[in-house]
């Protein structure tokens, strides 16, 4: 499977673009990458994903290099909110054929201050 | 549409005791998962399926056991409870397609003691 690699953690102030980078050079070319956060022990929340083209929503922009080895989370204006523990998962192929799992990192927790 | 739903959202168990974790979904996702998460770490995978009639192990199965009778349902059995799955649990559910989005439940938090 495909792993990540995340910082274990990041500060940010609020109200300025919050960058959490994400490596997974040993992704497969028809692999995508997810990016999910957990606020205090809830359910994954999902924020976006991308193949290799960069990708926006109302949430936050994902930049992938163009080898696709790592990748950016862009949360453009950070609030306090958006503290969280974030997730960057690799949408593994398993046994060949559709069987798909999820394989998770540690995920960054991002610290949000005033 | 419910999405994903599990129950208990609590639970305390003694030692030895069994107990069957709920997990449904109302989305016709073929794919199923149950992960563990303990206190600062990341989602293990404890079970999947790929859709009905079909399980597999993940990391951590030791203990547990599930099965997949409908597209809708994907519970997770413990055996015989040991305090060392003291845990929240959460059940995920996606589709086949690649790129279409993974969908959690809630949590379940087990105490065992």
């Known amino acids: 499977d495909a792993k990540t690699t995340q910082p274990p953690s990041m500060d940010c102030a609020e109200g300025r673009a919050a960058n959490l980078p994400c490596n997974h050079s040993?992704?497969?070319?028809?692999?995508?990458v997810y990016w999910y956060r957990q606020i205090h022990s809830q359910g994954p929340q999902y924020i976006i994903h991308?193949?290799?083209n960069n990708e926006t929503n109302e949430m936050a922009s994902l930049i992938i290099t163009e080898d696709r080895k790592s990748s950016t989370l862009i949360l453009p204006h950070a609030t306090l909110r958006d503290t969280a523990v974030y997730y960057c998962?690799?949408?593994?192929?398993?046994?060949?054929?559709?069987?798909?799992?999820?394989?998770f990192g540690k995920g960054t927790l991002l610290t949000v201050n005033p | 549409n419910a999405g994903v739903t599990q129950t208990p959202k609590f639970q305390v168990l003694k030692t030895g005791q069994s107990m069957t974790l709920q997990c449904a979904q109302d989305?016709?996702?073929?794919?199923m998962s149950w992960y563990r998460q303990d206190p600062g770490m990341g989602l293990r995978l404890i079970h999947y399926?790929?859709?009905?009639?079909?399980?597999d192990q993940g990391e951590v199965p030791n203990g547990y056991n599930v099965s997949r009778s409908t597209t809708e349902d994907f519970p997770l059995r413990l055996l015989s409870a040991a305090p060392s799955q003291t845990s929240v649990y959460f059940c995920?559910?996606?589709?086949?397609?690649?790129?279409?989005?993974?969908?959690f439940g809630e949590g379940s938090w087990l105490t065992v003691v």
């Open positions: 991308g193949l290799k």
């Open positions: 998962i690799v949408r593994a192929l398993v046994g060949g054929g559709s069987n798909y799992k999820l394989t």
């Open positions: 040993t992704i497969s070319g028809n692999e995508y």
């Open positions: 399926s790929v859709g009905a009639g079909i399980t």
């Open positions: 989305m016709n996702h073929e794919y």
């Open positions: 995920a559910s996606f589709p086949a397609v690649s790129g279409n989005t993974i969908y």
